[in-house]
Antibody
């Protein structure tokens, strides 16, 4: 199983970003996918998760409606959209696939997508 | 949000040492706790799920325990590849918060 994320992004405050996470070696529908971000020198921060089987989602209230996650099962890809970017959103964003029987145990991780937000 | 703390924040140890890391939650999180290892520039790696379930391929020198609000990660006989930062994460209540990490480095 491999999760390959899209490349680094540089954005202005107020802009939006979409990060993709393409899964190979397994389908999406039997698993939960999470997004976790990590600012430089900081602990990881959980962002959101999606049950790729039924589309159910849960988001961290920290993001106050600015984040949306979705899947394209035909492309075996999970997406995270983050809007109204702020400098404090600067971080490496990871997608992670949970174990099949433990939806919150993040077994496989993408390589990370650095997002820099600066004016 | 559920607050997670870890102690110590860092420790220096030698190869072969036994080390223990403590993770404390601000409320009872039952057994909804995982441990991750992270090396510089890499994604976290799942070591232990549900407090004490050792993931496939993780050496048996790693073990986890605890319940309620207090949990431990123990590494017996530290190996060179174990020098890293370790994070606990609770998944009882969203947002599923991580601890601040414990950096294990070489004495």
């Amino acid at each position: 199983v491999q999760l390959v994320q899209s490349g680094a992004e540089v954005k202005r405050p107020g802009a939006s970003v979409r990060i993709s996470c393409k899964a190979s070696g397994s389908g999406l529908t039997n698993f939960a996918f999470h997004w976790v971000r990590q600012a430089p020198g900081q602990r990881p921060e959980w962002v959101a998760w999606i049950n790729a089987g039924n589309g159910a989602t849960k988001y961290s209230q920290t993001f106050q409606g600015r984040v949306t996650i979705s899947t394209d099962t035909s492309a075996n890809t999970v997406y995270m959209d983050l809007s109204n970017l702020r400098p404090e959103d600067t971080a490496v964003y990871y997608c992670a696939r949970a174990k099949s029987d433990r939806r919150f145990s993040l077994e496989y991780w993408g390589q990370g997508t650095p997002v820099a937000v600066s004016s | 949000d559920m607050q997670m703390t870890q102690s110590p924040s860092s420790l220096s140890a030698s190869v072969g040492d036994r080390v223990s890391i403590t993770c404390q939650a601000s409320q009872d999180i039952n057994f909804f706790l995982n441990w991750y290892q992270q090396k510089p520039g890499k994604a976290p790696k799942l070591l232990i799920s549900d407090v004490s379930h050792l993931e496939t391929g993780v050496p048996s020198r790693f073990s986890g325990g605890g319940s309620g609000t207090r949990f431990t990660l123990t590494i017996t006989s530290l190996q060179p590849e174990d020098f890293a930062t370790y994070y606990c994460q609770q998944f009882d209540v969203a947002p599923y918060t991580f601890g601040p990490g414990t950096k294990v480095d070489i004495k």
